[in-house]
């Protein structure tokens, strides 16, 4: 793309956005405004909004799915316990921080499910799963 530029005596402008930086410490909806006022075409706009959302709603897919699979499991499993411990100690300053468990309740307030739901495989299973729209 570089070289056909050149040829083109064409200025190429090229932008490396840490995505993981820009979506999880700045407000989405403000990095998709400053992309409008910088002058990004809006196809490219609604292309980074897609890839955000397509990563995220398969990432609550999975973990859901997860979930579920240690949720039905026997007691003495130790993905269960390990979901369950309590880690002794203080903790440190400031705001505490988003623990795997906590991102899971939000994803269940999300679909609207109950952690009783889970032991409804099929159900459970169906409302999981992200359905892309055809």
Not at 40 to 55: C, F, I, N, S, W
Not at 104 to 127: C, I, M, N, P, Y
Request: charged residues 35%.
């Amino acid at each position: 793309m570089m070289e056909k530029q050149q040829e083109k005596q064409k200025g190429l402008h090229i932008v490396f956005i840490d995505l993981e930086k820009a979506y999880n410490r700045v407000p989405r909806q403000e990095v998709w405004r400053c992309m409008r006022v910088k002058g990004t075409p809006e196809k490219h706009v609604r292309l980074v909004q897609d890839m955000y959302e397509g990563a995220k709603t398969q990432a609550q897919e999975r973990r859901l799915q997860w979930y579920g699979h240690v949720m039905r499991r026997d007691e003495p499993y130790v993905g269960m316990r390990v979901m369950q411990m309590e880690v002794p100690g203080g903790t440190t300053r400031g705001r505490p921080k988003r623990r795997w468990m906590d991102v899971v309740r939000e994803d269940l307030r999300d679909k609207q499910l109950s952690e009783d739901d889970v032991f409804d495989r099929a159900g459970w299973r169906k409302t999981v799963k992200n359905i892309e729209p055809t």
